[in-house]
């Protein structure tokens, strides 16, 4: 469980990367973040941080787990020029 989590929270994190880099976050669309006309507020002492964190979502536990289920570079050079093509076993813990 606690590898599958770390993954996760890797997927999570580029998938933070990508939108911060190419400006594809939804919260800054739907609030107008862009639109001049509105004026910024100024924090008080009891307001929510300005920077809110995404919790993981279902996507990012299944990319993880659909990660850790790919075979290693190592175990795939070593089948080649072989016809082994069947079925690889599911894999819970990480190598």
């Known amino acids: 469980m606690q590898t599958l989590t770390e993954e996760a929270l890797k997927v999570k994190q580029a998938e933070d ?3 911060k880099a190419f400006g594809t976050d939804k919260k800054e669309a739907e609030n ?7 004026r910024k507020r100024e924090p008080g002492l009891f307001d929510w941080p300005e920077e809110e964190k995404d919790p993981v979502q279902c996507s990012h536990i299944r990319e993880g787990f659909r990660r850790l289920q790919r075979s290693t570079t190592k175990s795939r050079a070593m089948l080649n020029m072989t016809n082994h093509m069947g079925r690889r076993p599911l894999k819970l813990v990480r190598d």
């Open 32 to 38: 107008g973040a862009n639109n001049p006309k509105k």
């Open 17 to 19: 990367l990508y939108k």
